[in-house]
């Protein structure tokens, strides 16, 4: 266990945080560029994609920036910290990698700051890093007691394989094993891996689970991505689309992640999404549909087009109930398409045009879900913080990097 930081230490951290934010991405670049390079067997871990868009190297160099302007008051970061461990949990990470992430990280804040860094820092921030690695290490090691019997990854057969929309496709996945699977709690997520022969390393991406949690099969919906936004498709979400079919393999690991509805509350819920942000709302939706419940739920959703809009018989099946409410907004609109029938609003998703009724956000124990890009996420949070829903009623899905 490393020793708490000196106050010496502390005051070094802080007074270095500006430095390091200005040099940020290029450590971060650099350290990312050597630890792979020195240890091929972590490419099993890390996204190739966010390494060649640049977004991994960025959102590391905010976290650390993070860490040390909030070095004496780490509680603001809890947030961080515990989507972040269930994001190791749900790659396995070990606390054997702690010490060689915390090597070559080191080395490259030394290299870019050359003779400023200065013994006194160097030392500093080894005992920051070491801190911040116990953190970690401890938080992991509980959600990895709490999975009980599998920890990991596991083989999963194809059972089944449904087109949702243009985009979206559903896969049904049982154990090869056959043992019964653990329950999830409604919005969470697994990681999937595949080998990718042309990398010579296997790759993993997070999915949202997007059905009632089960002991037989999981079900994941994943979006076909184009890439036209980043510049490069989607290279798992491809594979699975074109190369897999019922019976092929996949590997999992346990679900986790810190975005979930608990399902014994009767408060009211309203589920905000776009795209493929769906999926988990459809875990989160089923699952209170299954249980019966009789809490409100409004399931706010938007799509560029209902081609590629997945779920909507289900969405309009749930709104026939007295406590759902589904309102959809769609982009582009084809000619026989008629608002009250095809869709509520045209449009991205304004909430200016939801009933308040629907929103609650008069009620202050209605609770928010969001699930989007992240420009959609930080302004509909917005939208609800301006009329004076706390923040700890407001829930963001954030996945790959972002903060």
Not at 307 to 321: C, H, N, P, T
């Amino acid at each position: 266990m490393a020793l708490p930081l000196t106050p010496a230490q502390v005051a070094i951290v802080k007074a270095t945080a500006p430095v390091l934010k200005a040099h940020g991405e290029e450590i971060t670049s650099l350290f990312y560029k050597n630890l792979l390079g020195k240890n091929p067997e972590l490419r099993n871990i890390f996204n190739k994609a966010n390494q060649v868009g640049g977004a991994q190297p960025r959102a590391l160099a905010d976290a650390v920036v993070a860490y040390a302007y909030h070095i004496d008051d780490l509680g603001k970061l809890s947030s961080a910290v515990e989507r972040i461990a269930h994001k190791h949990a749900s790659l396995n990470v070990q606390p054997e990698q702690y010490p060689i992430v915390g090597k070559h990280l080191l080395e490259a804040v030394a290299e870019v700051l050359g003779d400023a860094c200065t013994p006194e820092i160097a030392d500093a921030w080894t005992a920051a890093y070491a801190c911040l690695a116990d953190i970690f290490i401890n938080r992991e090691q509980q959600l990895y007691a709490a999975f009980e019997n599998w920890t990991g990854w596991r083989r999963f057969k194809i059972q089944k394989k449904v087109v949702e929309s243009t985009e979206i496709t559903s896969f049904h996945l049982v154990p090869e094993d056959g043992v019964a699977l653990p329950l999830y709690l409604p919005g969470q997520y697994i990681s999937l891996r595949l080998h990718i022969p042309k990398l010579g390393f296997n790759q993993p991406r997070q999915y949202s689970l997007s059905d009632v949690p089960n002991h037989n099969y999981y079900r994941i919906s994943v979006k076909k991505e184009t890439g036209k936004q980043v510049g490069y498709p989607g290279l798992i979400s491809n594979m699975l689309h074109d190369d897999f079919n019922e019976g092929d393999v996949v590997e999992l690991t346990h679900p986790t992640g810190e975005f979930f509805a608990p399902m014994e509350e009767e408060t009211p819920i309203v589920l905000i999404s776009a795209g493929v942000g769906i999926t988990p709302m459809m875990s989160i939706l089923n699952s209170a549909m299954a249980a019966k419940s009789s809490r409100n739920i409004s399931l706010i959703h938007g799509a560029r087009g209902s081609e590629v809009r997945a779920f909507a018989d289900i969405l309009k099946a749930a709104s026939e109930k007295p406590n759902v409410r589904a309102v959809s907004f769609l982009s582009t609109l084809k000619d026989h398409e008629v608002q009250g029938v095809h869709y509520d609003f045209e449009g991205r998703i304004n909430l200016e045009k939801v009933s308040p009724e629907h929103l609650f956000t008069g009620d202050s124990a209605a609770h928010y879900y969001i699930c989007g890009p992240m420009p959609f996420m930080v302004d509909v949070q917005q939208h609800l913080l301006d009329r004076g829903v706390s923040q700890e009623r407001i829930h963001l899905e954030i996945f790959g990097v972002g903060n």
